[in-house]
T-cell receptor, first 113, second 115 residues
Framework: RKEVEQDPGPFNVPEGATVAFNCTYS??????FFWYRQDCRKEPKLLMS???SGNEDGRFTAQLNRASQYISLLIRDSKLSDSATYLC??????????????FGQGTELSVKP | DGGITQSPKYLFRKEGQNVTLSCEQN?????MYWYRQDPGQGLRLIYY???????QKGDIAEGYSVSREKKESFPLTVTSAQKNPTAFYLC??????????????FGPGTRLTVL
């Protein structure tokens, strides 16, 4: 089983749609969770951290379920500019891991006019 | 401007040659990381360093070497022992504040092609 697994995608949605990405992680000791966005042939950039209580940033909402080891990202009112690959990222967890992060393989989103 | 720079952006290498990728940061971050990304795959950790003159192997260190002589710099050498070096190489850094794991910030990457 992969340490971080995401929906395989790609997701093709029309402008204005709501789209949800799911992610599961295997290490129950993980404490930090993130969603990164990666545009084609560019570096990943932090979209948002994910907190236990859930958090929202404009059109983006992230949720964490520690019991199920599950993370989600909801994008409302999709824009063309949201087209990218979304990476679910989890810290390695446990002691002496040096802040290592584990990256999911990414879910590609394509928003069409 | 504060940030992470990587050079070169594109690099072509002949088989059997070693090549060094540069990574510099002026964010005063303690920890630095090297990842490789292959098409359609997630990032995989090659090496990381939390302090000057110290570094640890990541998940795929074979065929690579690093040094951390200065806080700002963490160059990666891809040696001829690396069997499949063509990939997108990403450098990242983060502060260490002693609380929750801090965010990693990435440089723009170097795209290495072995001819």
């Amino acid at each position: 089983r992969k340490e971080v697994e995401q929906d395989p995608g790609p997701f093709n949605v029309p402008e204005g749609a709501t789209v949800a990405f799911n992610c599961t992680y295997s290490n129950s000791a993980s404490q930090s969770f993130f969603w990164y966005r990666q545009d084609c042939r560019k570096e990943p950039k932090l979209l948002m951290s994910v907190y236990s209580s859930g958090n929202e940033d404009g059109r983006f909402t992230a949720q964490l379920n520690r019991a199920s080891q599950y993370i989600s990202l909801l994008i409302r009112d999709s824009k063309l500019s949201d087209s990218a690959t979304y990476l679910c990222v989890v810290n390695k967890g446990g002691h002496n891991q040096g802040g290592k992060l584990i990256f999911g393989q990414g879910t590609e989103l394509s928003v069409k006019p | 401007d504060g940030g992470i720079t990587q050079s070169p952006k594109y690099l072509f290498r002949k088989e059997g040659q070693n090549v060094t990728l540069s990574c510099e940061q002026n964010l005063n971050h303690d920890a630095m990381y090297w990842y490789r990304q292959d098409p359609g795959q997630g990032l995989r950790l090659i090496y990381y360093s939390q302090i000057v003159n110290d570094f640890q192997k990541g998940d795929i260190a074979e065929g690579y070497s690093v040094s951390r002589e200065k806080k700002e710099s963490f160059p990666l050498t891809v040696t001829s022992a690396q069997k499949n070096p063509t990939a997108f190489y990403l450098c990242a850094s983060r502060a260490i504040t002693g609380t929750a794991v801090d965010t990693q910030y990435f440089g723009p990457g170097t795209r290495l092609t072995v001819l």
